[in-house]
């Protein structure tokens, strides 16, 4: 996968879908199998899986260094910080965490 790699630039290098890709065998039987029994495309599961793993990534990526968006308080596009049961924001503290928590909610309803 080429989606982290970077050029001599510093640039992500461009990452290309292929149409195609390669599966197991009893993989691909039971993807049939299951799509079969639900009525469903193999192409709207496996959109499905991918859709719930970069969310489950995202909010890792929160967890680890706190959610980042706009701030009115200083007006900039900032990280907020998790302190004392309050989101704030680490440029000039205030507290977003209506906001904030509301976001994460929203994203964690997403494909369930």
């Not at 959610?67 to 924001?89: A, M, Q, R, Y």
Request: charged share 30%; proline share 1%; hydrophobic share 30%.
């Amino acid at each position: 996968m080429q989606g982290g790699v970077f050029s001599i630039m510093g640039r992500k290098k461009e990452f290309k879908a292929a149409k195609s890709f390669t599966i197991g065998i009893s993989e691909l039987a039971w993807l049939s199998e299951y799509c079969e029994t639900r009525k469903i495309k193999a192409s709207e599961f496996v959109n499905k899986l991918i859709r719930r793993e970069m969310l489950d990534d995202k909010q890792e990526k929160v967890k680890a260094h706190g959610p980042i968006t706009f701030c009115t308080g200083c007006s900039n596009t900032t990280e907020f910080e998790f302190i004392e049961d309050k989101w704030l924001c680490k440029e000039c503290q205030c507290n977003k965490t209506e906001v904030i928590q509301y976001q994460l909610k929203q994203q964690s309803n997403r494909f369930k």
